[in-house]
């Protein structure tokens, strides 16, 4: 059992990725994924490439999981997703490996678009028909 001032807050969290819909768990993806690459971003910046590497990396394993979940049997626009996707990964490699803050800049200006998009669809689903548009792939993810 978890205890100390962040308790409330992670079992917060933790209930609310339980009880969200696979529309709302793609939006906390993104806000995620934003937040990693502004930190990333900021700690480049003042090098301290541990922190930044650290960020990158969770950045890393959001955008495999968002690749993974990609259904291109479902979605025709699936692939050109996963092309974006594998472009970013690259990208955020070589801006860790390389220390390029104009790499992770250019993830981050990419990614944006995608997340304020998800965000939007997500708005204007009812969460019982979000949740039927993802379970039958209108969406592109599993």
Same mark, same amino acid.
């Given at each position: 059992?978890?205890?100390?001032?962040?308790? $409330?807050?992670?079992r917060y969290g933790q209930d609310a990725v339980l009880s969200a819909t696979?529309?709302?768990?793609? =939006?906390?993806?993104?806000?995620? &994924?934003?937040?990693?690459?502004?930190?990333?971003?900021?700690?480049?910046?003042?090098?301290?490439?541990?922190?930044?590497?650290?960020?990158? *990396? !969770?950045?890393?394993?959001?955008? +495999?999981? &968002? *690749?993974?979940?990609?259904? +291109?049997?479902?979605?025709? $626009?699936?692939? $050109?997703?996963?092309?974006?996707? *594998?472009?970013? /990964?690259?990208?955020?490699?070589?801006?860790?490996?390389?220390?390029?803050?104009?790499? =992770?800049?250019?993830?981050?200006?990419?990614?944006?678009?995608?997340?304020?998009?998800? !965000?939007? +669809?997500?708005?204007? /689903?009812?969460?019982?028909? +979000?949740?039927h548009a993802v379970a039958g792939g209108m969406l592109g993810i599993a």
């Amino acid at each position: 059992m978890m205890y100390g001032p962040n308790a $409330g807050r992670s079992r917060y969290g933790q209930d609310a990725v339980l009880s969200a819909t696979p529309v709302q768990l793609l =939006t906390m993806l993104y806000d995620r &994924l934003m937040l990693d690459l502004g930190r990333a971003e900021a700690a480049q910046m003042q090098s301290q490439w541990s922190d930044a590497s650290n960020h990158l *990396t !969770h950045a890393q394993s959001i955008v +495999a999981e &968002l *690749t993974s979940s990609l259904k +291109a049997d479902v979605w025709d $626009g699936s692939e $050109g997703l996963r092309g974006l996707y *594998t472009y970013v /990964l690259t990208a955020l490699m070589a801006a860790n490996v390389q220390r390029e803050v104009a790499r =992770t800049r250019e993830c981050i200006e990419l990614l944006e678009p995608l997340r304020q998009a998800w !965000h939007e +669809a997500a708005n204007q /689903l009812p969460a019982q028909d +979000a949740q039927h548009a993802v379970a039958g792939g209108m969406l592109g993810i599993a």
